[in-house]
């Protein structure tokens, strides 16, 4: 199963992005949050975000970033995690929301869920 990670310059962020996509996309596809510096403040961690990564009971993950250092962060913690992950170029919450559908299809792969959270991009406000 491909399972989802959130990752936040909040914890709180993070932990409310993954609260909605259980509620609105779907609660059985694994989703785990993580977010915020090492000392309870605002920022990203390359350690949290391996040991959410290797804590996440799939073998594939989608990984939906907020701003830039959560990009460079995630790409770190993929380089050292022994399991297959990419970063979604895609909206956290709308990404998520999107992936958390594709993710519980039996037919879901790593690329099928990235691009449901990629075509989140696409959605429109009005």
């Not at 996309?25 to 390359?46: M, R």
């Amino acid at each position: 199963m491909v399972g989802l990670l959130v990752v936040s310059h909040s914890a709180k962020a993070a932990e409310g992005i993954r609260d909605i996509a259980a509620e609105m996309g779907s609660a059985a596809a694994p989703v785990a949050a993580v977010g915020g510096d090492p000392e309870g403040g605002i920022g990203t961690d390359a350690t949290a975000i391996g040991e959410a990564l290797a804590a996440l009971d799939a073998d594939e993950v989608v990984v939906l970033v907020d701003l830039g250092s959560a990009v460079m962060n995630a790409d770190l913690a993929i380089e050292g995690s022994d399991k297959t992950a990419v970063v979604a170029d895609a909206p956290v919450l709308e990404g998520t929301v999107e992936a958390t559908v594709a993710a519980t299809s039996p037919k879901a792969t790593l690329e099928s869920v990235r691009e449901a959270a990629e075509r989140a991009r696409e959605t429109s406000k009005r």
